[in-house]
């Protein structure tokens, strides 16, 4: 029973400390080289035109230049690796599309889609291209997208993975 009270105590005393007056801030995306869209870090590494996630879907809509942050500790021997879809029924409006693949807003590859389906893209990065131990962009450009005749939403790639990788 002795041994209970001193815990309480001790306990007691421990909530009573006094609190930062700011907790510290949450990072603004998990230093990773790779984007999984079903990640709850995923809105973190997002700078624009990628959909928010839909409950249960663990993939995203892009809209037409979608471009994401990813974190790279050295830059030898990279390649950036993207899953993605065309979606069929935006397939049937915009016929085949162009990607232009880039990292760092610099031009890596541009590549025509003439089928929809799940794709993969994985092509070598140049080391210039890169920054070791800092934050790098990843996106794509896109010269089709489907538009909503209701209200005006573009839909581009279905996003599942994006990022640097050995």
Same mark, same amino acid.
């Given at each position: 029973?002795?041994?209970?009270?001193? &815990?309480?105590?001790?306990?007691? *005393? %421990?909530?009573? =400390?006094?609190?930062?007056?700011?907790?510290?801030?949450?990072?603004?995306?998990?230093?990773?080289? @790779?984007?999984?869209?079903?990640?709850?870090?995923?809105? #973190?590494?997002?700078?624009?035109?990628?959909?928010?996630? +839909?409950? #249960?879907?663990?993939? @995203?809509?892009?809209?037409?230049?979608?471009? *994401? @942050?990813?974190? &790279?500790?050295?830059? +030898?021997?990279?390649?950036?690796?993207?899953?993605? %879809?065309?979606?069929? %029924? !935006?397939?049937?409006?915009?016929?085949?599309?162009?990607? !232009?693949? !880039?990292?760092?807003?610099?031009?890596?590859?541009?590549?025509?889609?003439? =089928?929809?389906?799940?794709?993969?893209?994985?092509?070598?990065?140049?080391?210039?291209?890169?920054? +070791?131990?800092?934050?790098?962009?990843? #996106?794509?450009?896109?010269?089709?997208?489907?538009?909503?005749?209701?209200?005006?939403?573009?839909?581009?790639?279905?996003?599942?993975?994006?990022?640097?990788?050995?």
């Amino acid at each position: 029973m002795r041994h209970f009270i001193l &815990l309480a105590g001790v306990v007691v *005393l %421990a909530g009573c =400390s006094k609190q930062p007056d700011s907790l510290p801030e949450k990072p603004e995306f998990v230093r990773e080289s @790779r984007v999984d869209m079903n990640s709850p870090h995923a809105d #973190g590494a997002i700078i624009k035109d990628v959909m928010a996630r +839909a409950k #249960g879907i663990p993939w @995203r809509w892009t809209n037409q230049n979608p471009q *994401l @942050r990813v974190w &790279l500790s050295d830059t +030898a021997n990279r390649k950036l690796h993207v899953e993605f %879809a065309v979606a069929d %029924a !935006t397939f049937k409006e915009t016929g085949p599309i162009k990607v !232009t693949w !880039t990292v760092n807003d610099k031009t890596l590859d541009t590549v025509a889609y003439d =089928s929809a389906g799940q794709k993969t893209y994985d092509h070598p990065i140049p080391p210039e291209l890169l920054r +070791a131990d800092a934050e790098n962009t990843v #996106g794509a450009q896109i010269d089709k997208v489907w538009v909503s005749k209701t209200d005006g939403v573009k839909l581009g790639l279905i996003l599942s993975q994006i990022g640097i990788v050995q």
